[in-house]
């Protein structure tokens, strides 16, 4: 049995930032090569602290699904997954063996050799006769003169694609460092001009910047005057968003694997804690604000206060990741980076089959089924908060300056709409929702939206509301 688990960073702000990973791991499940394929984020939940106690094996294999090596896959996911490592992750991977599971952390995928075929997959979606004679190609990145590694993946692409004798001139060209992509028309002689941007999805570069800078008026623009003659350019998607990243993501997965270790096993504890859940579903009962309801074979679950509406006064949907896009944001269409707030939206119900509901409560609830059985396991460590402050880096660190009442100030905003109980702060937990206390969550550890809120307390000397996604 072997768990895939992808890495983005998510966002505290916006619902759309998790997306281009949740499609993803969509993919990658239904290739079927992996018993589970689960998502983790920095800035929404499972939070990197949690995922790993979700993976129901003792074989997990991590892929941070970055663009290039730099701050986060090098500092922040390691540190975070608790894998005892720091700094350049080397080309096998990192490997080490946390509470019974051994876990492959890779390089981000946006390093492997195989993006070289996504570039070209993206060249040919805009013009499929590309040929050696007379189209030149640009592999386009943000590029900082501050991390030499952004610029390097491009150069070793752009290396790679010249190499293939496939183009007439291979660019790499920057928006932040040189060489700037505004000098293209002085740099590049083909009549036809594919560009690629190697970015991760598409956003305000891809959408703004760059056209703005390279004078693109869409897909394809002609360029009359320009100073080695007319010249055409078919402007492409970026790579990131292709679903051949998918293929990448599993090389990196198998090349992790093949560097050694076996097929692992079914996690005792993991089990243990859905079989509790399981008990829990076939009598019927309230999970947070949501109540479940077996039904031969299958389980409602709704908004506990839709109880008794009928069916056809609810939107039905029936996988979890139905359920998991119609919870991703409240009655006003904000979005929910902490899923335990008590803000679930109504007007909807679920049903999903036995297998599926594993899923569809993982979505709905990251990591609450394991984290609620450990805690009545006595098993849960809590991490108090002078600790998690200690750890941060980057511009979190001004957080271990916060005193205790201003972190108390803090919980009273950001922690009373949550259903979790702060353990992290010595609050007591006398029995969870596994014990029929439907609203009973444990809080092991301040999330990353308190620490980040903590941190917009100290800059603003403001009263909390959020802001921040950094
Ligand atoms: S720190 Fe507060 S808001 Fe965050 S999960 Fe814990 S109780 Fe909820």
């Not at 997965?253 to 996690?267: C, H, I, M, Q, T």
Request: glycine content about 8%.
């Amino acid at each position: 049995m072997r768990s895939l688990v992808l890495i983005g960073h998510g966002s505290h702000l916006n619902s759309e930032s998790a997306s281009a990973v949740f499609r993803y791991a969509e993919l990658l499940r239904e290739r079927g090569l992996y018993d589970e394929v689960i998502e983790g984020y920095w800035k929404e939940e499972p939070a990197l602290r949690q995922v790993l106690r979700t993976t129901a094996s003792t074989d997990v294999t991590v892929i941070p699904m970055f663009i290039s090596e730099g701050y986060f896959t090098e500092t922040v996911i390691p540190r975070e997954l608790g894998l005892g490592h720091q700094g350049p992750v080397p080309p096998e991977g990192v490997a080490r063996v946390l509470g019974g599971r051994t876990v492959r952390y890779t390089l981000p995928f946006g390093v492997h050799p195989g993006m070289a075929d996504v570039i070209l997959a993206r060249a040919r979606e805009v013009l499929p006769d590309a040929a050696p004679e007379d189209t030149a190609l640009i592999v386009l990145g943000h590029g900082t003169t501050r991390n030499e590694n952004s610029h390097k993946v491009i150069y070793s692409n752009a290396d790679r694609l010249r190499e293939s004798g496939l183009f007439a001139e291979v660019h790499a060209l920057f928006l932040d460092e040189d060489p700037r992509v505004g000098t293209w028309p002085d740099l590049v002689r083909s009549r036809r001009v594919v560009v690629v941007p190697f970015f991760a999805s598409e956003g305000w570069h891809t959408l703004e910047t760059i056209p703005e800078d390279m004078g693109l008026r869409g897909e394809v623009t002609e360029f009359p005057d320009n100073p080695h003659g007319p010249q055409t350019v078919f402007y492409a998607r970026p790579v990131g968003t292709h679903p051949a990243v998918a293929n990448v993501v599993l090389s990196l997965a198998e090349e992790a694997r093949s560097a050694g270790g076996r097929d692992g096993d079914v996690d005792r504890t993991h089990d243990a804690a859905w079989q509790a859940m399981m008990a829990l579903a076939r009598r019927g009962g309230r999970i947070g604000e949501v109540l479940l309801t077996p039904h031969s074979g299958v389980y409602e679950l709704r908004h506990a206060l839709d109880e008794g509406m009928g069916g056809a006064e609810l939107q039905t949907v029936v996988t979890p990741e139905g359920l998991r896009d119609v919870t991703r944001r409240d009655a006003a269409g904000e979005h929910r980076p902490v899923r335990t707030y008590r803000t679930l939206p109504r007007g909807w119900r679920a049903v999903l089959s036995e297998a599926e509901l594993r899923r569809g409560v993982h979505f709905l609830y990251p990591a609450v089924v394991e984290e609620s059985y450990a805690h009545s396991c006595h098993s849960l460590r809590h991490t108090p908060w002078p600790t998690t402050a200690r750890r941060q880096t980057g511009i979190y660190t001004r957080v271990q300056r916060a005193t205790h009442d201003q972190v108390e100030r803090v919980a009273r905003t950001v922690c009373s709409p949550c259903l979790r109980t702060r353990l992290w702060a010595g609050e007591k937990l006398p029995r969870t929702f596994l014990d029929g206390v439907p609203g009973a969550f444990p809080c092991a550890e301040a999330c990353t939206y308190f620490v980040a809120e903590v941190r917009e307390t100290l800059i603003s000397k403001r009263p909390t509301t959020a802001s921040h996604d950094g």
